[in-house]
């Protein structure tokens, strides 16, 4: 099987990751180069081990997580269909198995909050890993504007955590935020893709809890507790 160590190394795959991000920082987007797709890449895979799911599907979110943002280097709306149409050729020529490149440009052509549609484990761990990836780190050149409100609410947040509870089903995303930004802020530019890692969680059969600052922020009553 062809693993992500194969895909990190792939030259054309290394190109198409620079290209979107360097049109991403023109565009004055935080960060989406190798910081942004690993966080992605790992994160996706070890949600879906932690579930339990099987190896393949585990290196198949790896691997779709790596190479989800590659349709920024055509344009920023449509990245995610862009993306999938770019890589089917590339990734068969390295020799995966069409069913394996099928789950992947799949899951990368429905990563956008716009457009997507998560029908399958890995569509939804990308979902997950791209949609919780909020860091300090991801401001460039460590220089947030001020003015420009992804960049305070990244450059706010201190820790970002994602864990998964397999006997609760829960997948918890927790952040710290200093006071640079504030949670208002964070639900204002996160609120659509809060909503696709509910949805992400549901397709796991998951619940998906946002914590900031120690507090619930899309707390509900749990089903178990509905029935008592
Ligand atoms: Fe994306
Ligand atoms: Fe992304």
Redesign the pocket.
């Known amino acids: 099987m062809v693993t992500l160590q194969d895909i990190r190394q792939n030259e054309d795959i290394k190109a198409l990751i620079r290209a979107g991000n360097r049109y991403l920082e023109a565009c004055g987007y935080t960060d989406?180069g190798p910081r942004h797709v690993s966080y992605v890449s790992k994160t996706a895979a070890y949600i879906l081990k932690a579930l339990g799911y099987s190896p393949r599907e585990v290196e198949l979110a790896a691997i779709a997580g790596w190479v989800?943002?590659v349709?920024?280097s055509v344009n920023r709306h449509d990245?995610?269909p862009n993306?999938a149409v770019i890589l089917l050729p590339i990734l068969r020529e390295t020799g995966m198995d069409m069913n394996d490149v099928m789950e992947i440009i799949t899951a990368v052509g429905n990563?956008?909050e716009q457009s997507g549609f998560i029908s399958s484990a890995v569509s939804a761990a990308l979902v997950l890993g791209?949609k919780s990836d909020a860091h300090k780190t991801r401001v460039r050149h460590g220089r947030p504007d001020p003015t420009d409100v992804h960049d305070r609410v990244n450059f706010s947040i201190q820790e970002n955590e994602v864990t998964v509870d397999r006997k609760a089903r829960i997948i918890r995303h927790e952040l710290t935020m200093d006071e640079t930004s504030s949670v208002m802020e964070y639900l204002q530019i996160y609120m659509s893709r809060i909503v696709m890692c509910e949805q992400a969680a549901a397709f796991l059969k998951c619940s998906f809890d946002l914590v900031i600052n120690g507090r619930p922020v899309n707390n509900r009553p749990r089903p178990e507790k509905d029935a008592t």
Do not use: A, M, V
């Open positions: 989406h989800h943002d349709g920024n990245h995610g993306g990563h956008e791209d």
